[in-house]
């Protein structure tokens, strides 16, 4: 069974940082083989792709709304996707969730399109 944990998640201060973790277990193939991505909601909002990092983690894609804040990030021995999240806003509060697919790597503008999901770790950013 394909499992996508997300941790890191919490309350942080308007312009502040947190850094989120994926790990992965229960695959099929092997973990290098996924593109991997995150995706938020916020209240009341469409899931929304902010960041996705191919298999072999030398490219990556970001939304217009986190270039140049945000950076994601692989590891590969450790099964592991990060999501490094710099100068927060309030209007980033929401569930955060990692998102795994392995013969092509979806658009952000395409969740529908990945396989396997995780349950999510809620940033809270008070205003």
């Known amino acids: 069974q394909v499992q996508l944990v997300e941790s890191g998640g919490g309350a942080v201060e308007a312009g502040g940082s947190l850094r989120l973790s994926c790990a992965v277990s229960?695959?099929?193939?092997?973990?290098?083989?996924?593109?991997m991505a995150w995706f938020r909601q916020a209240p009341g909002k469409e899931r929304e792709g902010i960041a996705r990092?191919?298999?072999?983690?030398?490219?990556?894609d970001y939304g217009n709304s986190v270039k140049g804040r945000l950076t994601i990030s692989r590891d590969n021995a450790k099964n592991t996707s990060y999501l490094q999240m710099n100068t927060l806003k309030p209007e980033e509060t929401g569930m955060y969730y990692c998102?795994?697919?392995?013969?092509?790597?979806?658009?952000?503008?395409?969740?529908?399109?990945?396989?396997?999901w995780g349950q999510g770790t809620q940033v809270t950013v008070p205003s």
């Open positions: 998102a795994a697919a392995r013969t092509f790597c979806p658009r952000l503008s395409a969740p529908d399109m990945f396989d396997f």
């Open positions: 990092i191919r298999p072999g983690g030398l490219v990556t």
């Open positions: 229960g695959l099929t193939f092997s973990y290098s083989d996924y593109c």
